[in-house]
Structure formats: C-alpha cells, structure tokens
C-alpha cells in the first residue's frame, strides 16, 4: 500500500469506501495490515475508491483507522451503506447470468454451476466484488420471502454468491463441492484486474501465431450460431461438421446435448500455428483474449489474463467484435434464452416420463443444433427453436395423457 494514502483524512473518504468479501485463510498473508472483519470462513476488507481523484485506490490499513480517530465498526457502518447505495442490487436466474452452459472467466474454462435447484445469482449492477450482498441483510430476506423458502447462500467468487432454495432433498456435499471447486478456480487477485469495456473501450493484442490458444482445450463450446457459420464456411452439412471436427456429450447437470471442438491435443481448425477458420471461427476463439458475460440485461466483456500474443497493436471493443458479425450479440442472449427452455422441458421429461428421456435427447439434438439454414437469418432462426421448445410442454402433456388413455393388454 502506498503510504501518501495515510495522509487522507476521513471526512474526504468516508463515502468513498466500500465492502469486498474475499476467502480468509486463501488470502491471509495479502492482507497483513490491513483492515478486517473476520465472517465466518471469510474476510470482509474495506476498499476506498480513489479513481476521481485520478489516483489508484487502496485497501484501508489498521494505520489508518488510527490516524482517522475511528473504530472498524465505524469504517464497517460507513462502507455498508455505500457498497448499497451506490451498486444497485442484481438478482437474476443463473442461466441469464450464464447464458452458455459454461462461461469462462480466465483462460481455461469453469463450468457452469447446476440450475436443478433453481439457483439465483446475487451481485451488484457492476458485477465487480458482488459477493458483498451476502451482508445485505433486507435483499437476502426479500428474496427468501418472494421465494418462501430458507436459502443456502454459496459465495461463489469475489463477484457474486448463489441463493438456492432450501429443501429437504438439498445435497448440501454437493454445494459444497461446487463452492470449493470454484473458489479453487477463481482467484481473487486475478479476478479483481478484470477490465470491462465500453463500445469504444481499448486494449492491446497482437496475435503472434504460436498456436498456444489452440491446444489442448475442451471449452470450446458451440452455438447455433458458430454452427451456421462454421457449415457455410466449409459448405458442410451438421451432420458432416459434427462427425468430423466436434463431438457432443449429455451436460452433467443441464442434461442437454452439448457440442465442442475435438480439441485434445490441438484445434482441428489449426495448420502450422494458423486458424483454418479464421473467417468463421468459434465464438469463444474470435473473442480471445476478449471473455464476456451476460447478466439478465446486456453482454458485457472484459480483459482475460493470457499468456501469449504481444501488446504491439491497440483494438477497440467495436472494432474487435465485427469479425464476429453484427448478428452475434444478439444470438448470444437468444441461445441463453433457448438453453433455459430447453432445461426445462428436460427436466419435465425426467420427472414424469423415463421412456422418453432418449426420445427427447434426441430431439433437442436436432432442435438446437440441426437443420439451420446458413445463409438465412440466424436472429429468426433461432427465435423459432425457442418458439417451438415453449409448444413442448403441452404437446408433452398431451402425449402422456395418450398415453394414460391405452388399454393395458396382458401379453400373450
């Protein structure tokens, strides 16, 4: 911590200090004289927001507090009720904040947390150090009230915690599994550089060709989107890129159909350290070292940590995001959408029929994926698989009903 900070008396900062909640014992040694409160297995630091001053901003120390003639509780007060005041609260479903069945926030991927248990995403609007709401006492109790429910809140990394609904079927191993496993990936000290970009916003990159990005990854996802392109790039049916280049598995928790890239040892797309796709490359590759999120209300992207490339040439957010067509943005939060009603009737088939678990599968395999026209409008095309998987409940209904209705013949 730079020491002029010392001289800046409290008056000047007291509204400018906020709540961060990072993991305790992980993060130990980097707070050595700073200020905290010990909560449960957590830290709760105080963060003074210097920036329109023109100065970086800096963790409150104990020195401090001393030289400002306060107590913590004091410090404690006046962060609460700024951290509230000036971060509107977001609550949202967890497939609107992952739209994807993963999102990936460093270079290799996280996969994306369950959604059976109808899980909620609490943060702030700037999604930066959002784990906080878990002292938000009258947001946690509104939620528990609209939902009629006592809540496990699971802080999944710095920047937001996850209600789920308490009931007595909660594998409360398993949430706790998947809270360490993401604490394990996420760093703090990483996650807290985070640069989230305007339109207009800059970064530097310059792709050297090593090839380092193209090897040994199994995140590359595939929209219908990338589907499209891909096909009418290559002038290649589904069923051909499919065959040749990706392979599909069942999610663990989603349970729908999902495409990657064989990508076990290096992209099938890479020929001496160069993208045979270029023009249409898979989303998640075209956005690299870009990553991005969407929260409920818009995609937004960020900086990822990276290891390769130089910083020799300057892009912005506007430029970077063509290569990828003017439609992208847009299927982004329409897959997120479809990936949502697609859970669902998944879920619906595994609660009321066994014997169509197959028969659905298959059908959202075609559904998602299949017979898309890759010179038509991708916007419409996908708004109409959305259309056709919100018919499927009643159609479902009806079917079982059908079903009820046959005679019960013994066998001969």
């Not at 209600?163 to 398993?174: L, M, Q």
């Not at 991708?378 to 919100?390: F, L």
């Amino acid at each position: 911590m730079n020491e002029i900070n010392i001289s800046i008396n409290w008056e000047s900062v007291k509204e400018k200090i906020f709540l961060r909640l990072v993991n305790y014992e992980k993060y130990r040694a980097d707070m050595e004289g700073k200020a905290y409160i010990k909560f449960l297995d957590l830290a709760i630091l105080f963060y003074c927001d210097c920036t329109e001053w023109g100065c970086n901003g800096f963790y409150v120390s104990r020195k401090q507090i001393l030289m400002w003639h306060r107590d913590i509780n004091d410090i404690y007060q006046a962060a609460l009720e700024n951290t509230y005041r000036k971060d509107n609260t977001l609550v949202t479903p967890i497939l609107n904040f992952f739209p994807e069945e993963s999102v990936y926030i460093a270079q290799n991927g996280m996969d994306v947390m369950p959604i059976e248990k109808e899980m909620i995403v609490l943060a702030n609007q700037s999604l930066f150090f959002g784990a906080a709401m878990l002292l938000n006492i009258s947001v946690l109790k509104k939620l528990a009230d609209q939902l009629d429910s006592n809540l496990y809140l699971l802080p999944s990394s710095v920047h937001e915690i996850i209600a789920v609904r308490s009931d007595p079927n909660t594998d409360v191993s398993y949430l706790t599994e998947m809270v360490n496993e993401a604490n394990y990936r996420m760093d703090y000290k990483d996650i807290m550089n985070l640069n989230y970009l305007e339109p207009e916003g800059t970064f530097r990159f310059g792709c050297n060709c090593c090839g380092h990005c193209c090897k040994e990854r199994g995140d590359i996802l595939l929209t219908a989107y990338d589907i499209m392109r891909l096909q009418k790039y290559l002038d290649i049916s589904f069923k051909e890129l499919l065959i040749t280049y990706c392979e599909m598995y069942v999610g663990k928790d989603s349970g729908l159909p999902i495409i990657r890239l064989r990508t076990d040892a290096r992209c099938p797309f890479l020929f001496h350290n160069k993208c045979f796709v270029q023009d249409a490359k898979p989303t998640v590759c075209a956005l690299f070292p870009l990553g991005r999120i969407y929260d409920g209300k818009k995609v937004r992207y960020f900086i990822q940590e990276n290891h390769c490339g130089t910083g020799a040439e300057e892009h912005s957010l506007r430029e970077w995001l063509e290569q990828l067509g003017t439609d992208n943005e847009s299927c982004c939060i329409l897959w997120g959408e479809l990936l949502k009603e697609g859970v669902e009737i998944v879920k619906q088939v595994k609660e009321q029929s066994d014997e169509l678990k197959e028969l659905i599968l298959s059908f959202m395999v075609s559904l998602m994926y299949d017979d898309y026209d890759s010179k038509g409008n991708p916007i419409s095309q996908i708004q109409e698989r959305i259309d056709m998987i919100k018919q499927l409940p009643g159609k479902l209904s009806e079917f079982l009903e059908m079903k009820k209705m046959e005679p019960s013949g013994e066998r001969m």
